[in-house]
């Protein structure tokens, strides 16, 4: 995979303490995520985070959330070397595997997740890489399961912010085929991939996360 050129502000993280990486953003918006997750997470099984980045979020997830068995992935090795100096005293996550969540085929490896949860990465990738990651997401997941995405979206082609259209307009300026997508494409995606919308919930920072669940047949 050809790594995209992304702008200074969309993926940071810097070293905080050995090989622990620090993602402001991920500081931010752990607390609101991890309420989230409480409202529509199943209680217990397996977790797979997918694009984990520093390892912040996983452990935070595996606090609240103490029957689920996590399972962290990265595509970057610095990033999987961070998550597990987070996860190191934590029962319930397990080493961080390199996991590329766009590349087809690699739900056959992973399957029988009880809940897949992806953060801020739909923005730094291209619409048929979404396409990919929501197919292999959904096929990854037991009955039952659900997924959970979360970041900026447009809403109904609109960027709601000014905050908003200037970080669309400089990823689309180092990369013209990422950036935003569309709250309609996804649920049109997800419903493609025989997922049933649980909730659409605003969060905060004008962030969205939608809920998806796999029926039991
Ligand atoms: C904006 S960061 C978000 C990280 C983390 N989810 C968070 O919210 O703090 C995007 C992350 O996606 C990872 N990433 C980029 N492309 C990926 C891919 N194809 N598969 C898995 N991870 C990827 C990057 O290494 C980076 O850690």
Redesign the pocket.
């Known amino acids: ?1 050809t790594k ?1 050129k992304l702008p200074a502000n ?2 940071v ?1 810097t070293v905080s303490d050995g090989q622990k990486l620090v ?1 402001p ?2 500081s931010r ?1 752990a607390d609101a995520l991890c309420d989230l997750l409480a409202r529509f997470a199943p209680v217990s099984g397996r977790a797979l ?6 390892g ?2 996983v452990v935070a997830f595996a606090n609240r959330l103490p029957n689920l068995n996590w399972q962290p ?4 090795t610095e ?1 999987r070397a961070s998550i597990n100096a987070y996860a190191e005293d934590v029962q319930n996550i397990a080493p961080a595997i390199k ?5 087809s085929g690699w739900h056959s490896h992973h399957d029988t997740q009880d809940l897949i949860v ?4 739909l923005h ?2 291209s619409w048929p ?1 979404v396409e990919v990651l929501v197919a292999e997401s959904a096929l990854a997941l037991n009955p039952g399961g659900r997924l959970v995405l979360y970041g900026p979206f447009m809403r109904a082609g609109e960027l709601t912010s000014t905050g908003d259209q200037n970080f669309y307009t400089a990823l689309n300026q180092q990369d013209p085929e990422i950036g935003y997508k569309d709250d309609a494409d996804i649920l049109d995606l997800l419903h493609r991939g025989q997922l049933s919308l649980v909730e659409g919930v605003e969060m905060p920072a004008n962030n969205l996360a939608f809920i998806a669940e796999k029926p039991v047949t």
Request: hydrophobic share 50%.
């Open positions: 995979m995209r969309a993926s993280a993602a953003a991920a918006n985070e997918l694009a984990s980045g520093t912040q979020h992935s990265e595509i970057d990033r996991l590329n969540a766009i590349q992806l953060i801020n990465l730094l990738i890489e």
